[in-house]
């Protein structure tokens, strides 16, 4: 059994910046994490991936070059750093662990663990 839980959303205003964690506990070695957001009344945006080994995949251009995405195998944690966030960017981000990350795309149906999620709020 995996668990995952996030940390670090909160409330900013546009142009700042946030640092998500992501932590897993169980039978997780080497796997890749997702993160993705849900903004009200819309679907769930898959964002970005990371391999066990630390290869990215960027899944939405509107994030490449303000966010990315690490992570630290001896903690099992992966963190997203967002930065110039726009009020576009409020929505609740989860965070997924897989055995992989594709090429293809990102769906949140080839995710197993899920996190709760942590809100994001960015104030214009």
């Known amino acids: 059994q995996v668990q995952v839980v996030e940390s670090g959303g909160g409330l900013v205003q546009a142009g700042e910046s946030l640092r998500l964690s992501c932590t897993a506990s169980g039978k997780t070695f080497n796997v890749a994490m997702g993160w993705f957001r849900q903004a009200p009344g819309k679907e769930r945006e898959g964002l970005l991936c990371?391999?066990?080994?630390?290869?990215?995949?960027y899944y939405v251009d509107s994030v490449k070059g303000r966010f990315t995405i690490s992570r630290d195998n001896a903690k099992n944690t992966v963190y997203l750093q967002m930065d110039s966030l726009t009020p576009e960017d409020t929505a609740m981000y989860y965070c997924?662990?897989?055995?992989?990350?594709?090429?293809?795309?990102?769906?949140?149906?080839?995710?197993?663990?899920w996190g709760q999620g942590t809100q994001v709020t960015v104030s214009s």
């Open positions: 990371i391999t066990g080994f630390g290869s990215i995949i």
């Open positions: 997924a662990v897989n055995i992989a990350c594709s090429t293809i795309g990102i769906y949140p149906a080839d995710f197993t663990y």
